[in-house]
């Protein structure tokens, strides 16, 4: 642990004047308003391509100027609709019966003709005492001539009142009463009595009570009423617009019928119906949470990165364009024209810029698009022959990128794009033969040829642009800063031929290192080429460059500090002024992170004469490497100076030194600020000392010529 008064002081700030660019490079509202803004470009360009023809001038009872023909086989909901009503309405309301509500009833009535003897069997109570007790066990609102009736029924007539009342009370409500129905129900009773032997007061009671009994219980059933309905209406076919009726014939006066179909197939009003709208808005939404997907996912650090991202929709919205400029000019003459689409301008650019994968997974998306804007008929959404080749057009390209060394090679890819395409358009034209003779299929083929080169040469012409406005380092664009022609190269191996020879050795030792953890070696081995640069300086002040006596003896210890670690500053500086590329400058700048510089320090410490030296004021200022390909030029940068230090170097002897480097610096907190894992330090670790092995390896030693006295050197 270092204390406060050896923790290094902060590094310079390289770009203060880009601190609010920076906060918006990682801002998440940001991005959504990037994708948002894709998405209304790419609504705006496709909105001619899916919605149907409109016929603003035709309303009805005038007369019609040209035919109109279904394109598609559609419903007609309002006929439909129509006859799917008049099922539903011939069905009738359903009901249903509580058969509980009966067995209460019955049930009711069985106490009834429980309870009356009891009361009517004492002989010691006059009638009306009788009557007084009925009245409190049967509240049921029965009549005074009810009661008086009852008390004279006869002893004998009880068993057979008890049954008739039951059976005529079971009889109604098996039927099912309704409400509406009560009183016609309820008269039955009557003439079930006409052919009873009671005697009338019997017959009164067994009137009243049954037709007390007797109650509503067959209700209407709602949910059944329904099902029923919606059955009746699921039974009728759906009645169709198909494809190729006339809807209206020129000339023909349009009627309210004609103008109704017309409107549910979309040719009248531009805002009649927002469904197409809507559905374009979702697809698009679709397409482009597919794309921001697939970047969070597998591609987190173009995700986190808005000025990436912003290239990267830069990318996509140019191919959008360049498809929309093509289907202008497709008509009935050059109906294939959706061939030459500039689907591989994108997989290109995007290939050579960000990633590989990322362009295929475009390639994709591009032919979805492709498909919709090359449709022959606003009415079909998706054209598959065009999204297809679209999509093998732009993949092939990508491909054919794998390895570019030189610009020529975009040319290469482009061929290799044209020569996918008419492949595929021919295997199309076998499989689905297109309408018309011969010259379709040629006229189509030479359009798949064109789009290949035609996409090559746009990819050319706007690669440069977009390494330029967004600072990208594409392979292209790092194979011609390692040319040694380059004049910061070129100053570099005049001035300081040693710097340059060291610069060499350390760009393989990190290109190999980067390459064993997946990082970018070709941008190691460039960044190590120009890591130096700000030694030109004062080129005599660093050891690979002097011939013989040492600047440093002569001045002191924080002095020699000062000129040393300016080197790292002075090329970030000389690197911006040349407009080199910002992850190069970023390389130069970090290559030393917060290192110490021993020597200085313990030679400060013993002049010092007991004065206390800071061991922060002799660290370099920062910033540490904020990235991997930083991190491994700065080990593969003090391993070259370490191991050529060597007398006698070894493999053991260089293995063990690359290691201690790495552990130094990972002790002392250089990779605190890099994404770099114990498992790859190991592998860069590995992979230095292989390289090394064939830089310092072994030498014969030439025995003295006898005759001329001295050594032969070997050719």
Request: proline letters at 4%.
């Amino acid at each position: 642990m270092m204390n406060e008064e050896t923790k290094p002081k902060p590094g310079f700030t390289l770009r203060k004047r880009f601190r609010l660019s920076d906060r918006w490079k990682t801002s998440r509202r940001a991005r959504l308003l990037l994708y948002l803004g894709l998405g209304a470009f790419c609504y705006l360009l496709l909105m001619g391509q899916v919605l149907p023809q409109q016929y603003n001038d035709i309303s009805p009872g005038k007369v019609a100027k040209e035919s109109i023909v279904s394109p598609v086989t559609k419903v007609d909901q309002k006929a439909t609709e129509k006859v799917r009503e008049k099922a539903a309405q011939s069905v009738g309301k359903q009901y249903r019966i509580d058969e509980q509500l009966a067995d209460r009833q019955v049930k009711r009535l069985e106490n009834i003709f429980n309870e009356i003897p009891n009361h009517l069997s004492d002989k010691d109570k006059s009638d009306k005492e009788k009557i007084a007790n009925l009245k409190e066990v049967l509240p049921y609102g029965l009549s005074d001539e009810f009661y008086q009736k009852l008390v004279k029924v006869k002893d004998g007539e009880w068993t057979e009142m008890r049954i008739l009342s039951r059976e005529m009370v079971q009889e109604v409500l098996a039927d099912g009463v309704r409400k509406n129905d009560l009183e016609k129900e309820r008269d039955r009773v009557d003439r079930g009595l006409v052919t009873s032997s009671l005697g009338s007061p019997a017959r009164y009671v067994v009137r009243e009570l049954t037709r007390q009994m007797i109650v509503p219980n067959e209700f209407y059933d709602k949910n059944r009423t329904e099902k029923l309905k919606d059955a009746a209406r699921d039974s009728v076919e759906p009645i169709p617009i198909r494809k190729g009726d006339v809807i209206v014939a020129a000339g023909d006066v349009v009627t309210k019928d004609q103008y109704r179909k017309l409107k549910e197939l979309g040719f009248l009003g531009r805002y009649t119906d927002p469904a197409p709208y809507l559905g374009l808005a979702l697809l698009i939404a679709v397409v482009l949470g597919l794309l921001a997907s697939f970047v969070r996912w597998f591609r987190p650090e173009v995700y986190r990165d808005n000025v990436k991202t912003t290239m990267l929709l830069s990318v996509f919205l140019l191919t959008m364009l360049g498809m929309k400029v093509i289907s202008l000019g497709q008509n009935l003459e050059w109906s294939t024209v959706g061939y030459m689409a500039p689907a591989a301008l994108g997989t290109m650019l995007i290939a050579l810029l960000l990633d590989l994968q990322l362009a295929l997974w475009c390639a994709i998306l591009f032919g979805v698009f492709s498909g919709m804007y090359f449709n022959e008929g606003s009415h079909v959404l998706f054209d598959f022959r065009y999204g297809l080749v679209s999509f093998v057009s732009g993949s092939a390209a990508a491909f054919a990128l794998s390895g570019v060394r030189n610009r020529l090679s975009i040319f290469r890819a482009g061929l290799f794009s044209s020569g996918a395409s008419v492949l595929t358009i021919a295997a199309l034209y076998a499989l689905v033969p297109v309408d018309g003779d011969g010259w379709i299929l040629l006229q189509s083929l030479g359009f798949g040829a064109a789009g290949g080169i035609f996409s090559a040469v746009l990819t050319i012409g706007f690669l440069q642009h977009f390494e330029t406005v967004f600072d990208m380092l594409s392979p292209l664009r790092l194979l011609e800063l390692s040319n040694p022609n380059h004049p910061l190269l070129r100053k570099l191996l005049i001035e300081t031929p040693g710097t340059y020879h060291h610069s060499v050795i350390v760009g393989n030792l990190a290109e190999a290192a980067a390459e064993a953890v997946g990082a970018n070696g070709l941008l190691c081995r460039v960044g190590a080429y120009y890591h130096d640069v700000g030694k030109t300086k004062r080129p005599q002040f660093f050891i690979e460059n002097q011939m013989a006596e040492n600047p440093h003896d002569k001045i002191s210890p924080n002095l020699s500090k000062s000129i040393i670690i300016s080197h790292a500053k002075d090329g970030y500086e000389m690197l911006r002024e040349y407009n080199i590329p910002t992850p190069i400058c970023d390389i130069a700048a970090q290559h030393h992170g917060t290192t110490l510089l021993k020597y200085f320090y313990h030679q400060a410490r013993e002049q010092s004469d007991g004065a206390q030296v800071l061991e922060a004021d002799y660290r370099y200022p920062g910033p540490k490497a904020q990235f991997k390909e930083a991190a491994i030029v700065g080990i593969a940068d003090c391993v070259e100076a370490a191991v050529r230090s060597l007398a006698r170097p070894s493999p053991e002897r260089v293995e063990n030194m690359v290691r201690k480097i790495i552990q130094d610096r990972l002790e002392d907190g250089q990779f605190d600020e890099c994404d770099l894992t114990f498992k790859e330090l190991d592998l860069i670790a590995r992979s230095i000392c292989e390289t090394l092995q064939g830089i310092f390896h072994s030498r014969i030693e030439y025995p003295e010529d006898s005759h001329q006295g001295k050594g032969v050197k070997p050719a």
